[in-house]
């Protein structure tokens, strides 16, 4: 099952770190099969509000995510990220090509109270 390693990220500081960081993550990614899926970029916001930088990178499971984020490569370089952004990065699993919302239905709390 894909897993996604998601950063949203805010107030990033552009500067040299920031270019060396960008420079080297894709050496760091291609042992573990991972590959941009977003990077950034304007968002057209529907419904809410919305601020900072999305990024998804896909792998092909989790123990790949965790072992590129863990890994030597990764670990050396992200101080150049943390030390000039701030934000929240996870790991969270795709679902297959089949699922339906419905899916989830027997995962979920329900209680016998009426909802509002």
Request: aromatic share 10%; net charge negative; glycine share 10%.
């Amino acid at each position: 099952m894909t897993t996604y390693a998601i950063g949203h990220l805010h107030d990033v500081n552009v500067g040299p770190d920031i270019v060396e960081y960008l420079r080297r993550i894709d050496e760091t990614l291609a042992p573990f099969e991972g590959r941009f899926i977003i990077h950034g970029g304007p968002a057209t916001v529907v419904e809410g509000s919305w601020s900072g930088d999305l990024i998804v990178i896909a792998f092909p499971d989790g123990d790949s995510a965790r072992a590129w984020y863990d890994s030597p490569a990764y670990r050396r370089i992200l101080p150049l990220r943390t030390g000039n952004s701030r934000g929240d990065v996870f790991f969270i699993d795709g679902v297959s090509a089949d699922h339906r919302a419905a899916d989830v239905i027997a995962k979920l709390p329900l209680s016998d109270q009426p909802l509002g």
